[in-house]
């Protein structure tokens, strides 16, 4: 079965710097990764996706995410962190083995961004 | 940005009560979907729908039912709520294509008492 998994429950990081929250992926056949975010009581916000071309995709929110098929990592970044970035962070795979194509999610990771 | 509208959006209520969950979306997307998240929990799947007349249990068991007899409609019923139902439930939609993004309501947080 496809799956990701996110080995972090929270990242901490001061604004201004860079930020990275990890994900890996097990997948068969070609992977069709995707980023969301969910802000404090709100639904998920779609990020960025990846599907073929170029491993570094641009998201929303200067959000980019570096996808690597030899360490199966889809990592996303972000150059200089802002407090509002604080939220949590999901990854998601497209299960392409079932009908229905259902979007599979990770745990999360809870990032938060000091002043 | 997205046209995906859940009501309400907090429900208390009592053990035992009936409750309907409405979703609606004017994206004219065939597929939806409802998940149940636990407070910054991992979202589990609990029915999708392909299309109008078309449902499907998910990942996890719920003794949850939905219906879809408009595209655009896709609620979700429980008939006797439990302490156990509390939780949050995000109603989401996609287009047909495989490589297209869910559109996530802002979600209905249920506290069963």
């Known amino acids: 079965a496809q799956s990701v998994a996110q080995p972090e429950d929270q990242v901490n990081v001061a604004e201004g710097n860079p930020l990275t929250v990890k994900c890996t992926y097990s997948?068969?056949?070609?992977?069709?990764l995707f980023w969301y975010v969910q802000y404090p009581n709100r639904g998920l916000q779609f990020l960025l996706k990846?599907?073929?071309?170029?491993?570094l995709v641009k998201g929303s929110y200067g959000f980019e995410a570096e996808f690597n098929k030899s360490q199966t990592s889809f990592h996303l970044k972000k150059p200089s962190a802002l407090v509002s970035d604080s939220a949590l962070y999901f990854c998601?795979?497209?299960?392409?083995?079932?009908?229905?194509?259902?979007?599979?999610f990770g745990t999360g990771t809870r990032l938060l961004v000091s002043p | 940005e997205a046209d995906i509208y859940q009501t309400p959006r907090y429900l208390v209520i009592g053990t035992g009560k009936k409750i309907t969950l409405e979703c609606s979306q004017t994206m004219g997307h065939d597929k939806m979907y409802w998940y149940q998240q636990d407070p910054g929990m991992e979202l589990h799947l609990i029915h999708y729908s392909y299309g109008v007349n078309s449902t499907e249990k998910g990942d996890l068991s719920s003794e949850s039912t939905v219906s879809r007899i408009r595209t655009e409609h896709f609620p979700l019923t429980l008939e006797s709520a439990r302490p156990s139902h509390t939780s949050q439930y995000l109603c989401?939609?996609?287009?047909?294509?495989?490589?297209?993004?869910?559109?996530f309501g802002s979600g209905t947080q249920l506290s069963v008492l």
């Open positions: 998601a795979v497209r299960d392409l083995n079932t009908g229905f194509q259902k979007l599979v």
């Open positions: 990846y599907i073929t071309g170029d491993n």
């Open positions: 997948v068969s056949g070609n992977p069709y």
């Open positions: 989401a939609s996609s287009s047909t294509e495989f490589n297209e993004k869910l559109f």
